[in-house]
């Protein structure tokens, strides 16, 4: 099998430099390989400041690792670099962010930001292909474009701006989504809706998932396969189950034991 996504020890550090006082290691000697073919759902667990966010946006390209080579079907991100090599790219690794209000312009209509990513990523041409891009990747998302027509992103609620933002993230067809704790600003009541969508996205497209949480309950649930972060560094990997089910560094144990009891007595007064 050939690699969708391969990542050789990737690190990141962040300041350091001559003006700033500490040299961070946001992201420690990262190893993984997502085949091509074979469409997972990859979950990333860790607290907050483990590393996570900074080893997606490597993934993304939107920051360039400081040690290691990532490829994405073969090709070192380091070389991708051109607007066309980049566009070309985002065409096929497309991200979902956290809080979908901040992915969207609050003064553009969420139907003309489908129309235009739909011309811009998939190059469709013509009102009537256009509309029907932006409606079947809003389908393929629980919604249609006659529910969104018109609206603006405040005009809907996080669970549905969020799906809008999974639909578009579709319209290139893309064949990895990076999505960084796409639920955690969503309300719990519809968070297992969307989380049941990344499954479906897996199955029925064939899209390969980076699924990034501090929710072991929703990671449990969903993953193929996870990696456990702490500090920058994968401290477990494997089967997500078998490595849920029974966890063997003390980092997953204590992570597994803090989501299971409802509430730990702090001693902390909040008053
Ligand atoms: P997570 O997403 O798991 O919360 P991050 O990747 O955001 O973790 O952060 C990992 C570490 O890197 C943290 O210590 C954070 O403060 C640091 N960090 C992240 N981004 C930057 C940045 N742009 N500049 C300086 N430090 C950063
Ligand atoms: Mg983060």
């Known amino acids: 099998m050939s690699a969708l996504l391969e990542l050789e020890n990737v690190s990141r550090t962040y300041g350091g430099g001559l003006f700033s006082r500490r040299q961070v290691m946001a992201v420690n000697d990262v190893s993984l390989r997502l085949e091509e073919g074979r469409p997972e759902i990859f979950t990333v667990v860790g607290e907050s400041g483990s590393g996570k966010t900074t080893l997606a946006r490597m993934i993304l390209n939107m920051v360039p690792p400081s040690a290691g080579t990532i490829r994405f079907q073969g090709t070192d991100l380091a070389t991708v670099r051109a607007a066309a ?13 956290q809080n979908p209000f901040e992915a969207f312009n609050p003064m553009k209509r969420v139907d003309r930001y489908l129309f235009a990513t739909a011309r811009r990523m998939a190059d469709v041409q013509g009102d009537a292909a256009i509309t029907e891009a932006a409606d079947a990747a809003l389908k393929s998302v629980g919604l249609s474009l006659a529910e969104v ?10 669970g549905q701006l969020q799906r809008v933002a999974i639909a578009r993230a579709l319209i290139s067809r893309p064949a990895l989504l990076v999505a960084d704790e796409p639920v955690s600003m969503i309300d719990a009541s519809l968070r297992a809706s969307i989380v049941n969508l990344l499954r479906e996205l897996r199955d029925r497209n064939g899209l390969t998932i980076i699924y990034i949480t501090h ?8 993953s193929d396969r996870i990696i456990i972060m702490r500090r920058g560094s994968v401290v477990e990997s494997g089967d997500a189950r078998t490595v849920l ?17 409802p509430e730990v007595p702090t001693g902390v007064s909040h008053a």
């Open 149 to 158: 027509r018109g609206r603006f992103p405040h005009q809907l609620s996080g």
């Open 245 to 261: 089910d029974n966890p063997q560094h003390p980092y997953s144990q204590l992570l597994k034991s803090s989501v299971l009891s």
């Open 215 to 222: 929710d072991l309950a929703t990671a449990y649930y969903v």
């Open 85 to 97: 090599e980049r566009l070309a790219f985002m065409r096929k690794v497309q991200p979902i962010f």
